[in-house]
T-cell receptor, first 113, second 116 residues
């Protein structure tokens, strides 16, 4: 099976712009979770989607949003980018019978200038 | 609320030494899952080991072993005969039972450097 894929891998945006990141889970996995990794805050949970519904949400401002499509692919959007949004964004997918077993993608490295 | 603490920020060893990474966790759930991940410079999180809260048996898998003790809320990870390729950041993580299982809490990571 192909692993979790994330596009794009690298992105440079300007403060105030918005960005959309994409994650394709492992085939058959309906759960997709998103994490932000920064040097200062470490790895923090953003949100989880399951079967097109947000199942869990982390403690991030409303500028961070996500969605999931019927094929389980997920996107996350960050509006009005701030310098502090520069981070590695990781997504993970999980099988239904083992929701705790997360398989991570390579990440999207976002730089906000 | 969940919390994972990795007190060791950086560890440096010489190749072939054994190294133990410490992890202490907090959770109010009785069912939970503990993990160790490795993150090489490329950034991808690589799953290493998982332990369920109801299974305290400690095992060895190749050069990896772990010591899970519920009494002290610790989940330590040992690499035996370390190699240069083991150099990476190692994360301990905690996940609670469904429907929160897809929401993992990570420690701050321990940077391991193995010198030749």
């Amino acid at each position: 099976k192909a692993g979790v894929t994330q596009t794009p891998r690298y992105l440079i945006k300007t403060r105030g712009q918005q960005v959309t990141l994409s994650c394709s889970p492992i085939s058959g996995h309906r759960s997709v979770s998103w994490y932000q990794q920064t040097p200062g805050q470490g790895l923090q949970f953003l949100f989880e989607y399951f079967s097109e519904t947000q199942r869990n949400k982390g403690n991030f401002p409303g500028r961070f949003s996500g969605r999931q499509f019927s094929n389980s692919r997920s996107e996350m959007n960050v509006s009005t980018l701030e310098l502090g949004d520069s981070a590695l964004y990781l997504c993970a997918s999980s099988p239904d019978n083992k929701p705790y077993e997360q398989y991570f993608g390579p990440g999207t490295r976002l730089t906000v200038t | 609320a969940q919390k994972v603490t990795q007190a060791q920020t950086e560890i440096s060893v010489v190749e072939k030494e054994d190294v133990t990474l410490d992890c202490v966790y907090e959770t109010r759930d009785t069912t939970y899952y503990l993990f160790w991940y490795k993150q090489p410079p490329s950034g991808e999180l690589v799953f290493l080991i998982r332990r369920n809260s109801f299974d305290e048996q400690n095992e060895i898998s190749g050069r990896y072993s772990w010591n899970f003790q519920k009494s002290t809320s610790s989940f330590n990870f040992t690499i035996t005969a370390s190699q240069v390729v083991d150099s990476a950041v190692y994360f301990c993580a905690l996940s609670e039972k469904s429907p929160n299982a897809g929401k993992s809490t990570f420690g701050d990571g321990t940077t391991l450097t193995v010198k030749p």
